[in-house]
């Protein structure tokens, strides 16, 4: 690493899974010294962009993971000092980030892009669940330096359900327009529909399935599945109950890299989160030049009806029937897909890395603030 660069310490190993942020990440190194320290450990090393610190390996640290957590970030930044604390999500790298940048003076940001600010019962999903966790998230949004939520739709949320009208950042994550380009075709004679998200009922693949179900009786397609499995086969089976399990193929995990071949042989994505802080897959659909069908949730929800088509969350039959519509449409499909990818253009990856700097730039060159 070069010398004489300002230093940032990100907190969060959750960012390290994240192939946007990874990319990201090595931008950013470019300008700034990185250091990465991981609430949980993780087999990930340090390598040319970034320096990597973690917990260890032991039960001990299970059961008081997170203060030896905070310990070892502190110890390590009173050691090599830091320009800035940039913390992924509000606990515990929030909240500890802020405990330790006022002990050691360091302006603290903090990224949302989760359930911080939701709370949907009947999945068990969301920060909002846990008056404890609340009272946390309250605190550390007071009191970050800066707050950066990745939608409009996020914005709304953390200002409805958390009651504060503190400036608040929106910077949507763009993707690599080199990396995920462009494909103009028509609509294939068996259309492909794609979903990109891990198997979980937050992502609510059954009302995809359910969806997919009604437009495939009476429309020759596919859908092919691509994510995780977190919830032990129960959408493959319902797949055989709602007897389009001929139709659907679940391919599990696919390494970013190799997600673009798919966004070039589909046709529709069709996303149907129950919540989102953006959803980085939409961009990169949109981005390769398919049509977005889904949720009013996250990005989806920003983008509504001018680059994408949404419907209210669980509702199956809704989506299919506007779906099928818009099949039929091609001047519409056209005006979709042409505004999704303008607007990929101008909200790409080196947009998002040129308003990181201007952040971090803006907070290293001010005079600190007398709360911190």
């Known amino acids: ?13 959750g960012i390290l899974v994240i192939p946007n ?19 949980y450990y993780t087999e990930t090393v340090s390598n040319q962009f970034y320096r990597i610190k973690t917990v260890p390996k032991n039960k001990l640290y299970r059961k008081f993971k997170n203060a030896l957590y905070a310990w070892m970030v502190l110890k390590d930044l009173r050691r090599h000092r830091v320009d800035i604390i940039h913390a992924h999500s509000t606990f515990p790298n929030g909240f500890w980030g802020i405990v330790i940048g006022r002990l050691l003076r360091i302006p603290v940001i903090v990224s949302m892009d989760a359930g911080e600010a939701i709370a949907l019962p009947d999945i068990h999903f969301g920060d909002l669940l846990n008056p404890r966790r609340t009272f946390i998230n309250k605190w550390v949004i007071k009191h970050a330096h800066e707050v950066i939520v990745p939608s409009q739709f996020h914005l709304q949320h953390v200002r409805n359900n958390i009651k504060t009208n503190r400036p608040i950042r929106v910077i949507i994550r763009g993707v690599d327009i080199n990396t995920f380009k462009f494909t103009q075709k028509p609509l294939a ?11 979980h009922p937050v992502k609510d693949q059954e009302t995809l399935l359910r969806c997919f179900a009604i437009i495939s009786s009476q429309t020759d397609c596919e859908l092919i599945h691509i994510g995780n499995d977190y919830h032990e086969g129960y959408y493959q089976q319902l797949a055989g109950k709602l007897g389009i399990a001929d139709k659907v193929i679940f391919k599990g995990f696919i390494p970013n890299a190799q997600l673009p071949k798919y966004y070039a042989q589909a046709d529709v994505l069709l996303h149907t989160s129950r919540f989102e802080g953006q959803a980085v897959v939409i961009n990169e659909a949109m981005a390769s030049g398919l049509l977005v069908c889904g949720t009013n949730v996250g990005i989806l929800s920003d983008l509504a009806n001018e680059c994408c088509l949404t419907v209210p969350p669980q509702d199956a039959e809704g989506l299919a029937t506007r779906v099928k519509a818009l099949l039929e449409n091609e001047e519409e499909i056209k005006r979709l897909c042409t505004n999704a990818y303008d607007w990929t253009l101008k909200n790409n990856l080196v947009q998002t890395v040129e308003k990181h700097l201007d952040l971090y730039s803006s907070i290293v060159h001010s005079a600190p603030r007398k709360d911190l």
């Open 21 to 39: 942020t990874v990319v990201l990440l090595e931008h950013i190194s470019r300008h700034y010294e990185i250091t990465i320290y991981g609430e």
């Open 1 to 13: 690493m070069m010398q004489g660069k300002k230093r940032i310490a990100f907190l969060g190993a």
């Open 189 to 199: 004679k068996k259309l492909t529909f794609l979903n990109i998200a891990y198997l």
